[in-house]
């Protein structure tokens, strides 16, 4: 079943593999190797992130928009992408563009944003009838992780309160670092090892016990449809790292969410540090990630 039914989908989709190395390390690029680091004490650089992330988007999407709001007297702001009808809930996939303190943020976080980019220009080369709205979230990290001033809580309110339709949300969180070696994969729970594997060469849909629908069929269809190994987890929220994103805002309003990651500080010792660059990123396995993440939403 892993491999017939993965198969049978692609070829009734008329698709294959389509996401471009070339371009990723291109984006890679100009994400990366800005003039100051996309953190919440260079404003200017994150409008000028956020504005890149834009004009991508107006390239392929039906609408585009920003979600502004002030943070001590500053604006700081999510870019939204929609695409497809307005009859169906609405899918929410979400990456935050800004980084921890001076650091290019590679991994943490370019690459889900890079996952978002290539997601709108997938989408729109597909006939595809899905309600899907990709968001670009900004002050994600510290000093702001867990407050009401972090981009995805600003966003997953509004959903909340004005009654939007929405099936659920899957956050794209460092999707690029990946270990053939063994002994390259830490957990939480040092038992997890016995069923997981010691090799940090495989990526991660995390789910909490009670997760919804949305985000039970999407794990179910990565596991599937992913040209790469693909492990799910389901925890209690109070394990360390199982909400340590963007995914925990909507969990809080109420909503199906879950989240894609090659599990972070668990996998990629550059976590928040000045070596997160795009050197020690597999541009290769990510690009088959995102694939994974597409071929799973359309399903």
């Known amino acids: 079943m892993k491999i017939i039914f993965p ?26 190797k800005t003039s100051k680091p996309r953190n919440y004490q260079n404003p200017d650089q994150l409008n000028e992130t956020a504005a890149f992330i834009y004009s991508y988007f107006r390239q392929y999407a039906d609408t585009v928009f920003y979600q502004t709001y002030l943070v001590n007297g500053i604006t700081y702001g999510n870019v939204v992408a929609r695409f497809g009808d307005t009859i169906h809930e609405r899918l929410v996939i979400g990456a935050h563009y800004d980084v921890c303190g001076n650091q290019e943020g590679a991994d943490d976080n ?42 995805s809580y600003i966003h997953a309110q509004s959903l909340k309160q004005s009654h939007a339709k929405i099936s659920g949300m899957i956050c794209l969180e460092m999707i690029g670092y990946f270990k053939e070696e063994k002994h390259t994969q830490d957990y939480p729970i040092r038992f997890l090892k016995l069923f997981y594997g010691s090799r940090g060469n495989y990526i991660t849909v995390v789910n909490k016990f009670s997760k919804g629908k949305t985000a039970r069929k999407f794990t179910k269809h990565m596991n599937h449809l992913a040209q790469l190994p693909v492990r799910k987890f389901n925890g209690p929220k109070s394990l360390t790292g199982i909400d340590f994103s963007d995914h925990l805002n909507y969990w809080k309003m109420g909503f199906s969410a879950c989240m894609v990651t090659d599990t972070a500080f668990y996998r990629n010792k550059n976590y928040h540090q000045k070596t997160d660059e795009m050197g020690t990123l597999n541009i290769s396995k990510m690009a088959k990630v995102i694939d994974g993440i597409f071929f799973s939403i359309l399903a």
Do not use: C, W
Not at 14 to 23: G, K
Not at 115 to 138: C, D, M, S
């Open 110 to 151: 370019a690459s889900g944003i890079i996952g978002l980019l290539e997601i709108a220009r997938l989408l729109k080369t597909q006939k595809q009838h899905k309600n899907i709205e990709l968001v670009a979230y900004t002050l994600e990290e510290p000093p702001f992780f867990r407050t009401e001033y972090m981009g």
């Open 7 to 32: 198969l049978l989908f692609l070829f009734s989709l008329n698709i294959s593999a389509q996401s471009d190395t070339t371009r990723i390390k291109e984006l890679l690029i100009e994400l990366t």
